[in-house]
Nanobody, 120 residues
Framework: QVQLVEFGGGLVQPGGSLRLSCAASGNFVTINLMAWYRQAPGKGRELVARVTREGRTTYDESVEGRFTISGDNVKNTVNLEMNNLKPEDTAVYYC??????????????WGQGTPVTVAS
């Protein structure tokens, strides 16, 4: 099993910043990639940003230029720096990791989610 623990989130005013962190632990050989997804009320879960083990990053166009994702292969952590936050960024943010495990192959794991609210 792989456990993902998320930190950060909370209430912030429009234009403000927040930092989300996620740490992976458990029985795995390697983490192939880590990502952040979000789910706003009444909407489906969507990819915000991902970073591969090789350091390649992908962003949803709605956060491009405002959010920065970074990963640490040694600590098995991923951070999401969120700047110039907008009310439409309000959502529950979920950490995701694709981990390779012996005899099981690669599987996706999810954190519990941390809420982010952007409001005056």
């Amino acid at each position: 099993q792989v456990q993902l623990v998320e930190f950060g989130g909370g209430l912030v005013q429009p234009g403000g910043s927040l930092r989300l962190s996620c740490a992976a632990s458990g029985n795995f050989v390697t983490i192939n990639l880590m990502a952040w997804y979000r789910q706003a009320p009444g909407k489906g879960r969507e990819l915000v940003a991902r970073v591969t083990r090789e350091g390649r990053t992908t962003y949803d166009e709605s956060v491009e230029g405002r959010f920065t994702i970074s990963g640490d292969n040694v600590k098995n952590t991923v951070n999401l720096e969120m700047n110039n936050l907008k009310p439409e960024d309000t959502a529950v943010y979920y950490c995701n990791a694709n981990a390779y495990q012996w005899q099981l192959g690669s599987r996706d794991y999810w954190g519990q989610g941390t809420p982010v609210t952007v409001a005056s």
